[in-house]
């Protein structure tokens, strides 16, 4: 970041120039991380679909590749997904020289194999560890009779009891998931829908199915993620998930709220309103689910005044399932091991204050663009407390209130559990009326304190409650000069312990 990119995260992947929206085809393959993702090498709006590539070796430090698949006359390349054929099931590699290979969305326009306007899986694979990608002579792999025009969001894994490859996509406008299974990534066959629970909102879009590891066993069970827009939680998009069972053919969900239930209670897996078409790596170490998502919406995602780039991806994170009290599974988020041990790598400012009804500020130590901060919070008599990050100096005089201040608010109430962001002062927000103000998420104390780890980076928030495994996710466009950091108390006493880092350049 610098005063020319004011809004360039440190330790997040943006492309250095143009539009960027979901990840796609995310691969470890000896060490190396690839992402590649929806990418608009002409422009810095939403077009000309295909997919970028970058590269990594700790998830936070990315190295931008040349374009791996470029959009055609023919069709556009939609989201999808990598895996490297290690067996070479599909003989498009060899066990030596492993292919990667791609199942994507051909969106098709003039000249193609399907009517203008249709959506149909394809395959693409690279024998040279995905700098440059060859198209399957038999596209698309995949259609639907009709053609749809809706018909996209390939996700593949292995299905290691029954020994197949398993894909799962959506017919997005009918709110339905469709499994299907193959032994060798070219042919696929149907195995079954899932749909009829849950938020539908406008469209289903990104469906994954893989096995989350339950905390504190060794069993793993089933999730289904699945992106709706509009009608996430915080306004327009968000993601959703099922937990359930899958007996090598149908997922089943288990407590899935019905289509007309209030939006909280369904599940969530994110409670901000920039957190969207995340997709699990393939192979992970440990074999572990790390979630990496796109942090947009596209509420107002094409209106977003970062320029020469726009989009960026959330930091990669960690999927577990919690038994909570009722004993229902619920899904927990945190920064993956191997980002959080570079983020934290940094020496560490700490400091310690009690607030009663007024503000503190935090002073230099704190007062970074972007830094991970972990803050331990005693609510105590306080009726509200929090933090006030990225603030103009005027408003945090000690003693003052918080009121009316600029900057990113992060709030806890008692007596509602909620905690929740506000970034209706936090800078530039007039770009469009869908960029709403708060979102929040419940979040019971735990020994009357609440944990949060704070991921702050230029234009953007994560701010995980590692106790509940929830986080919120949110954009915000501050001003560059703004950096100040305070913390409030409204209505009593409040006591923070906080440790402060700044992100390793
Ligand atoms: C999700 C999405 C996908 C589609 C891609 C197009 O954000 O709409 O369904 O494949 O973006 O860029």
Request: net charge negative; charged share 20%; hydrophobic share 35%.
């Amino acid at each position: 970041p610098s005063a020319a990119e004011p809004w360039r995260p440190a330790a997040h992947l943006t492309p250095s120039k143009n539009w960027m929206n979901d990840p796609n085809g995310l691969v470890n393959e000896n060490g190396t991380y690839h992402a590649f993702y929806q990418y608009n090498p002409k422009g810095n709006d939403w077009g000309n679909m295909s997919w970028g590539h970058s590269t990594s070796t700790d998830l936070v430090h990315w190295t931008e590749e040349s374009v791996a698949m470029e959009a055609t006359d023919t069709e556009e390349i939609f989201s999808g997904s990598i895996v490297v054929d290690a067996d070479n099931t599909s003989g498009l590699g060899s066990k030596d020289e492993p292919a990667m290979v791609a199942l994507y969305t051909s969106a098709y326009k003039d000249n193609a194999p399907l009517p203008k306007g249709s959506q149909a899986q394809s395959v693409a694979y690279s024998l040279d560890h995905g700098r440059t990608w060859k198209k399957h002579r038999d596209n698309p792999v995949l259609n639907l009779e009709p053609a749809s025009p809706n018909f996209r969001d390939p996700k593949v894994t292995w299905y290691e009891p029954g020994q197949y490859w398993v894909m799962t996509t959506v017919v997005a406008d009918d709110h339905v998931v469709k499994l299907y299974k193959s032994t060798d990534l070219l042919h696929w066959d149907f195995l079954s829908d899932f749909s009829g629970v849950g938020a539908q909102g406008g469209l289903w879009e990104m469906p994954e199915l893989l096995e989350v590891p339950v905390e504190g066993s060794t069993e793993r069970r089933w999730v289904m993620l699945v992106s709706i827009n509009p009608g996430g939680i915080a306004g327009g998009s968000g993601m959703q998930y099922f937990t359930g069972d899958f007996d090598g053919v149908t997922f089943r969900s288990e407590g899935a709220a019905p289509p007309d239930a209030p939006l909280q209670d369904h599940q969530w897996v994110d409670y901000g309103a920039d957190f969207y078409a995340a997709t699990t790596i393939s192979a992970a170490p440990g074999g572990k689910p790390v979630l990496f998502g796109w942090m947009g919406n596209w509420d107002y995602a094409q209106k977003m005044p970062t320029t020469p780039w726009r989009g960026a991806m959330a930091i990669p994170r960690e999927l577990t399932l919690s038994t909570d009290d009722g004993g229902k599974p619920a899904l927990r988020s945190s920064i993956a091991s191997v980002p959080a041990a570079v983020l934290s790598s940094e020496p560490a400012s700490e400091r310690r204050l009690e607030v009663d009804d007024g503000s503190q500020p935090l002073g230099e130590a704190f007062s970074s663009r972007s830094q991970l901060l972990d803050v331990e919070l005693k609510p105590d008599g306080a009726a509200e407390a929090g933090i006030v990050l990225r603030g103009s100096a005027a408003g945090s005089a000690p003693g003052g209130s918080t009121e009316g201040q600029d900057g990113l608010r992060i709030s806890y109430q008692p007596h509602s559990g909620n905690l929740r962001i506000d970034r209706s002062a936090a800078g530039t927000a007039n770009f469009s009326a869908k960029f709403s103000p708060y979102h929040g998420a419940k979040v019971p104390l735990v020994d009357g304190k609440l944990k949060l780890r704070i991921l702050l980076d230029s234009s953007s928030v994560e701010v995980f409650a590692p106790d509940q495994g929830v986080v919120i996710t949110d954009l915000f466009l501050p001003k560059w000069a703004d950096t100040d950091a305070s913390v409030f108390s409204d209505g009593g006493n409040a006591g923070f312990t906080l440790t402060g880092r700044n992100l390793p350049a």
